[in-house]
Every structure is written in structure tokens, then in C-alpha cells.
């Protein structure tokens, strides 16, 4: 069982930047491979980045690269999302993920545990 905690989501004006924080509860956390997923509302949950179990391999949904990074911390149990040039299509409720296994994957069906969500709203 592993529980996700995000954290770090809020307001920001276009153009700004969030950096977005999920915890851990896994005993070793490098066994599973992490991801972020978003939803706006009316829209399905997308996925947005995905790094694997080591933090070598990382990959992006296309609207947020060179944008978004995704990083990780095994030590310290955290998964992060550093979110600069914010948009306004942006805004979303953002989840953390994790799935069993070292490697990545954008499919949402492929992971087990969800957090809770965090809010990020950017204004125009």
C-alpha cells in the first residue's frame, strides 16, 4: 500500500511558475515508477510527465515540454513537478501516481495508487 500526498498547487498569474510536491508513504519508493496526471473540468484526466523508478527516464505529454519537469527523490520519498510558463489551459486539479515497477508509463490505467489533488489555477 502506498499512500500520495501532493501538495504545493495554488493561483499564479500566466507566465509564472508552481513547483508541485508528492510524498511517499512506500518503503522504497525506486521500485515504483511515478506520475502526473491533470483533469480540467469537463475534460478526462490526462496525463502530464512520467519519470521512472531510478529517475533516469523521464518523458512528457507534448503541451508541457520545456516547460514542465518532472524529478524524484528515492531518499526522501518525494516526487516533484516544476511547472514554469504557466498557461491558463494549465489550470487543473493535478495528481500524483504511482505504479508497481521501475518503468515509466503516461497510461493512467497502469497505476494503482492516486493522491488526493491538488489545485493549480493560472489567470490570464
Known amino acids: 500500500q502506498v499512500q500520495l500526498v501532493e501538495s504545493g498547487g495554488g493561483t499564479v498569474q500566466a507566465g509564472g511558475s508552481l513547483r508541485l510536491s508528492c510524498a511517499a508513504s512506500?518503503?522504497?519508493?525506486?521500485?515504483?515508477?511515478m506520475g502526473w496526471f491533470r483533469q480540467a473540468p469537463g475534460k478526462e484526466r490526462e496525463f502530464v510527465a512520467t519519470?521512472?523508478?531510478?529517475?533516469?527516464?523521464?518523458s512528457y505529454t507534448d503541451s508541457v515540454k520545456g516547460r514542465f519537469t518532472i524529478s524524484r527523490d528515492n531518499a526522501k520519498n518525494t516526487v516533484d513537478l516544476q511547472m514554469n510558463s504557466l498557461k491558463p489551459e494549465d489550470t487543473a486539479v493535478y495528481y500524483c501516481?504511482?505504479?508497481?515497477?521501475?518503468?515509466?508509463?503516461?497510461?493512467?490505467?497502469?497505476?494503482?495508487?492516486w493522491g488526493q489533488g491538488t489545485q493549480v489555477t493560472v489567470s490570464s
Open positions: 501516481a504511482a505504479r508497481s515497477g521501475p518503468n515509466r508509463s503516461g497510461d493512467p490505467s497502469l497505476y494503482r495508487y
Open positions: 512506500a518503503r522504497t519508493l525506486s521500485t515504483y515508477a
Open positions: 519519470i521512472s523508478g531510478s529517475g533516469y527516464s523521464t
